[in-house]
C-alpha cells in the first residue's frame, strides 16, 4: 500500500512557518507599538518665504485627506516639530498635539540652485532614534503619530532598513505615512511613504 501524503501536516506546518515569519517582524505580536511616521503636507507651492511657510491650501486639503485616514485608524497621540508645516499638518488630526523639538528637519543650505545638508546623517538618526524610542516607551502596544519632515524621516529608515542614505530610491510625499513596529529593542519596518488616503475619490 503506498503511503499518501500528509498534506493536512504540511499545510500546518507552512502555517506555523509563516505565523513565525510574521512575528519575526512583529506583525500581530502582543504589546508591539505603532509608531506612524508621517512628512507634513504641502506648504512650497504659495510659499513667499522659505523661513518656516504655512501649508499651502493644496497642502490643508492634503493634512484634512490624512486626518481622515489617522482618525479612522486611530491612535494614542500626536507628536509633531515644532515647525509650522508640520504643526499645521497635526492639528488637522486634532489639537492635542505633544511638541518634540527632535522632530524638525535636517538642518540644510541652499547653495546654486541646490540643498545641501548641513547637518551629519548619525546626528539626525540618533535624535529621531530617541524620538521614537521615548514615544514607544511611553504607549506599549499602542499607535503613536509622528509629523516631522522628509529627510529626517527617510534617514531614519534607512537606519532601520540597514542601507545608506541616498540609496533608497523613494521620494518622501507630502502627508506620506511610514510604519514602524517596536518591541522593546527591536523596530521593523511595515510600509514606506504610503499616500493611499491621497489616491481616494476627490483627491
Do not use: K
Not at 54 to 82: C, H, I, K, M
Not at 123 to 149: F, N
Not at 163 to 174: D, E, H, K, N, S
Amino acid at each position: 500500500m503506498v503511503a499518501m501524503p500528509d498534506q493536512t501536516g504540511e499545510s500546518e506546518a507552512l502555517s506555523t512557518s509563516m505565523r513565525s515569519i510574521e512575528a519575526a517582524f512583529l506583525i500581530g505580536v502582543p504589546g508591539t507599538t505603532e509608531v506612524w511616521l508621517i512628512r507634513h503636507a504641502d506648504c512650497y507651492e504659495e510659499m513667499t518665504s522659505h523661513e518656516d511657510p504655512p501649508l499651502s491650501e493644496t497642502g490643508r486639503d492634503q493634512a484634512r485627506r490624512l486626518a481622515d485616514r489617522v482618525n479612522r485608524a486611530g491612535y494614542d497621540l500626536v507628536f509633531t516639530s515644532p515647525l509650522r508645516r508640520a504643526q499645521e499638518t497635526a492639528t488637522a488630526i486634532t489639537d492635542r498635539l505633544t511638541i518634540d523639538e527632535r522632530l524638525v528637519e535636517a538642518t540644510t543650505e541652499v547653495a546654486d540652485g541646490h540643498i545641501q545638508f548641513t547637518e551629519p546623517p548619525e546626528q539626525v538618526v540618533e535624535r529621531m532614534r530617541a524620538s521614537v524610542d521615548d514615544a514607544v516607551a511611553g504607549h506599549p502596544g499602542g499607535r503613536v503619530i509622528m509629523v516631522g519632515h522628509g529627510v529626517a524621516i527617510v534617514q531614519y529608515l534607512c537606519h532601520l532598513l540597514g542601507v545608506q542614505f541616498g540609496t533608497l530610491r523613494l521620494f518622501p510625499y507630502y502627508t506620506c505615512v511610514s510604519v514602524v513596529r517596536a518591541l522593546g529593542e527591536r523596530r521593523m519596518v511595515g510600509s514606506l511613504t504610503d499616500v493611499t488616503h491621497l489616491e481616494a475619490p476627490g483627491g
